[in-house]
């Protein structure tokens, strides 16, 4: 399959799930297994069509544009640890970077570093923006930046929507694939 048509089609399969996973898992859609791979899905990343998040069990757990906006307000919570805060100000102020830069730049060790970033991921405040140095055809690092960075250069028309539209969304996107218990603790937790 040609990329573009491979981006289109990751782009169809996000639409249809709301989120996929990176890797596979038998409850939820992975990339991989819905036929994706990492190159369509950094055009999706780029695009700003896809936000990078860790919302499921702590796995990597790529959302549709749609679905972020929608969980953003359950999710975003108001107090961020001192690191956290500290993580959010440096990408505030350089737009992006990847996680050697930040390491570097706020003196974090590996531990702090990612216990705050995925906290980071899991509460929608940081995502990757680009791809980094490529590893491998499968494989790159990322670049790292807030959500409002990721926001900035997207029309208003997804951005805003009341508590009940969202919860709304978030339950037809996610009633196929999630019990409601499940749903609640994807908006709350």
């Known amino acids: 399959m040609h990329n573009s048509s491979r981006t289109d089609f990751l782009s169809f399969e996000f639409q249809r799930y709301g989120l996929l996973l990176l890797n596979?898992?038998?409850?939820l859609p992975s990339v991989v297994g819905v036929g994706g791979d990492w190159q369509s899905l950094m055009s999706l990343i780029?695009?700003?069509?896809?936000f990078y998040s860790k919302i499921y069990k702590n796995r990597v757990t790529y959302l549709s544009k749609e679905l972020y906006f929608h969980l953003k307000p359950f999710r975003q919570r108001k107090n961020l640890t001192e690191i956290e805060g500290g993580i959010c100000d440096f990408l505030n102020e350089v737009?992006?970077?990847e996680k050697d830069e930040i390491v570097s730049a706020l003196m974090l060790g590996k531990d702090s570093y990612n216990l705050s970033m995925d906290s980071l991921f899991k509460s929608l405040y940081v995502t990757a923006i680009r791809r980094g140095r490529t590893i491998n055809q499968q494989w790159s690092t990322l670049f790292w930046g807030t959500s409002d960075r990721w926001e900035s250069d997207l029309s208003e028309e997804h951005k805003y929507y009341s508590a009940e539209e969202s919860a709304h969304f978030i339950f037809e996107k996610l009633k196929s694939t999630f019990s409601e218990k499940q749903i609640y603790q994807f908006m709350n937790s």
């Open 95 to 97: 737009g992006e970077a």
């Open 46 to 50: 780029e695009s700003r069509s896809v």
């Open 24 to 27: 596979e898992d038998p409850k």
